[in-house]
Every structure is written in C-alpha cells, then in structure tokens.
C-alpha cells in the first residue's frame, strides 16, 4: 500500500503529517540537547565537589593519607573524579552523534519536503489552468449557440413575413448561416478543451500526483528511520561508557575493602609515639622527720626527662592535656627543626635521625656517580685533547670533592647521633647502608663500615653485614593491574592493564606498593591502580 494509491484525494492531511514528522525531529534534537547540558552540569558539580574535597597540597590533610581511611576517601574523589569525566563523554557523543546529526538530516529533509509540495502546487496549478480554458470554451459556445439559435428564428419569421422583401431575406439567411457556423467552431473548441483537460486531469490524478505522494512517502519512512536510529543511538552513547563507569564503581568498592584500621592504629603509633617510659610513683615526703624538699626530689622519685618534654612542673599532678589550653589537631605538629632532633621524643628523634642519614646518603651518592663521570670525562680528554681541556673539569672536581668531604662529616655526625639514640632504646635497630642506582648495596658508600669504625657505631653494625648478602626480597603476593600507568617519574615502573606482577613491598600508606617483574625490574605503582592479593 502506498500513498499514491489510497491517499490521491488526501493532500492537506499529508501536508500536516509530513511537517508533523519534521516537528518530532526538531522536538527530539532539542530534547537530547537539553540531557547534554545536564550531563555537562552534573559532571561539572561532581568536578567541582572532588576539587572541593581533595587535601590542598602540602596541607595537613595530605600527610594524613598515610592512614588507610584517609587513602580511601582521597581514592573515591579521584574515582568520582573520572566518573565525571564519564559523564562529559556521554555529553559530548550525544551533541556530536545525535543533535548535530539529526539537525543537519532536518533541513535536508525540509528541502526535500519543500520541493515535493512545490511539484505537486505545479501540478495543481496547471490543471487548474486548463480547467480555466475549457470553461471558457463552454461559456462561448453556449453563447454563440443561443446566438446561432436566435438567428435562425430571425430568418424563419423573415421568410415567412410577406412585408420583407427578396434582399432582407437573403441577409437574414446568411446570417443565420453565419451564426450557425461560429456556433459549431465553438463547439469543436469546446470538445477539443475538455479532451485536454480530461486527459492532463487523469495525467494529474493517476500519475503526476501519486508519484510526489509516494516520494513523500519514502522520505517520511527514511525519516522515521532515522529516527529510530537517534533513539538507540540515546541509550547506545550511555551503555558504551557503562564498563569504565563500573569501574570507577569498582574502584571506590576497592577503597573501602583496602581500609584497615589495625594498620591505621599501627600508622598513628609510629608516628607519634614518644619512647618515654611512663612516669613512676611520687615519694613520700615526711615532713615530720626533717626530710626536706631538696633531698626528697634528688631521691628515686619521678624520672625528670619525660616530665620536662611535656613542659610539666615536677612538683605538680602529670597530666597528658593542659586544662588551660584547648587540644587542637594543631598541638601534634611536629617541632620546629633543629639539627640534632634533640628537642623530639626519643622514638620520633630516631625516626628523622633515620631519615636525615637516608637523604645524606643519597646526595653523596649522587656526588660520589659524578666524580666518577667526571673522572672519565678527564681521562677521555687526556687521550684527546681535540676533545677538550683536561683543565677546564678541575674546577668541578675540587668542587665535587669538597661536597664529598662535607656530605660524608655530615654522615658521621649524623650515625653518632643515631648510634646515641638507639642506646637509650632496644626496640628498635637502624642501618646506614647506602644503595647503588640499581638497588643493590654499595660497599664502598658512604654508609658501609670499615674495619676501623667507630665502636660508638656498633648498634647497628650487624645489619650492614645482612645487606652485602642481600639478594632479591621474597614477594609478598602478586598484584593485576586494572589501568595502564605509565611509570615515567623516578623510581616507578610502567604498567599495563591487566599485567600481573609480585608484590615486594606493601603500601606503607602513602598509596604506593613496591612490585617486581619476572625479568627483575622492580619499581612502584599507585595501590589504587591494581588489585593486590597478599599471601597469607
């Protein structure tokens, strides 16, 4: 069935269906357009509730990420971070795919449409035309047939008139005759009109009309298709991106799992944990024996260290909170620096002593690799001096040197005062071993122990002699990496989606983990890029 055929006599009703269509396609295009604008103001809102969320740098809130808890949330911002982004792609594929598609395919569509109804307003008008003209045949032959008629009867009546002469009777025949002839071309125009018109009518009706009707028709239904198209294409541009949605989901599901709040009250302990014993009991002072003030504070009583670091009066009440002051997160900041750490608790001054020799240790061993470089540099200009002035590298040398000689006394001083902190503690044992760029123990470095070393530096001896054994730690599990990661920054390594590789060293926190190929290669990755599976 077919427009042409059913709906001939139908014009004015698929003139209002066909722009109806066109209306719907308009309709929708401004429909998605308007599901963009809110996808791109959802994911600019969720954008801005991450940045809003996430720790400043440098702030307290960053360094409070070593806690588990603390990573998570940061995890979850940074995967509703992505989310957003999520959402902008469905946005955009949807204005790109949809609205500028669509948009386009209408005004081809109403320039088609135009054109159908402009053949068919043609059409109309001409026959119309020869309708006109066949009327007018009729009007005149009817006129000169009354005319015709007329003077026939005149004729007659002056034939039989015995008044009229011979010459008014001849004249009124001829005339007669005249009228009667005009009367007949009339007549063969007037058939010779609706011949034509009859046959440019069923030209109309039977061919010219039903052929713009069916045209109509098939742009209609490639219309409607389209349509359908704009339809599955809506849900098509969501679905699409629902994989990397899930895993953002996934990925703060993760975040939650990885908490673990053993280990944050671990993290807390080592990080604010004093060393000082606890203080003891008070003497009892009898006055009434003599027995002064003076003698009873030099006896066994209270020990004086951890009471004077907590800035408390030795003769009054230990409190671990001042009543005075109101206890703020502010009051566990760490002091203000001093070269020996001596103003820190015990615990904590061997933790920055610690890390103070780790640091010197990696600045002399960076001098140590270019006083080497510089060395062969000199000796390649020595072997060809086209190649330049042996002379001109003194200058670094001495300079090298001299960083050396400051780095290794800074080191000395340094491993006596851990030497002096670790004898006041037996819990807790350090190592100044040094690492080459490889990760492998450099006995020449500057944290490696002569034969002549200072006695002083005995505590931790022991572990220098572990270290030149050392060969590749065991893994500790394995880990699949859920996205690629490039591992262009300094000690990391890259990653593909997917790889699995051994775990070394777990997250200490700071939202690393230390993991190691097949072939050796061993670096960090970010925690939340994988899944790690520790062994038990």
Known sequence: MDWGTELWDQYDILDKHTQSGLDLVDKYVKFVKERTEIEQTYAKQLRNLT?????????????????????????????????????ELIAENMMINICIELTKYLQELKQERKMHLSDAKKAQQSLEGTYKQLDNSKKRFEREWREAEKASQYAEKTDQDLNATKADV??????AHMRTHIAEECKNDYAAQLQKYNKEQNQFYFTDMPLIFNK???????????????????????RQVMPIIGKCLEGINRAGTNVNERNDSVVLIEQHKSGFERPGDLEFEDYSQGINRASSDSSLGTPKGPLELLGKNKNKTFRLFNKKS??????????????GFTHLPPEQRRKRLQQKIDDISKELQKEMDQSEALGKMKDVYEKNPQMGDPASLAPQITQTAQNMEKLRGDLNKYESWLAEAGGRGDSIRYSTHSLNNNGAHNPSSPGALSDDTDPSQAVYTEFDDDFEEEE????????????????SSEGTISMQEGEVLSVVEEDKGDGWTRVRRNNGDEGYIPTSYATITLNK
């Open 326 to 339: 109101k206890f703020t997160p502010e009051k566990l900041k760490m002091p203000v620096d001093t070269e």
């Open 51 to 87: 940045k809003k969320y996430s720790p400043k740098r440098g702030s307290k809130e960053e360094q409070e990420c070593r806690f588990s808890n603390h990573q998570a949330f940061l995890d979850i911002l940074n995967e509703m971070n992505d989310y957003a982004g999520q959402r």
């Open 472 to 487: 590749l730690a065991t893994p500790i599990g394995q880990c699949t990496a859920l996205y690629n990661f490039p591992g």
């Open 216 to 238: 109509l028709q098939e742009m209609d239904e490639r219309r409607i298709k389209k349509m359908a198209q704009g339809y599955i294409l809506f849900a098509d541009t969501e």
């Open 170 to 175: 001849e004249k009124a025949k001829q005339q």
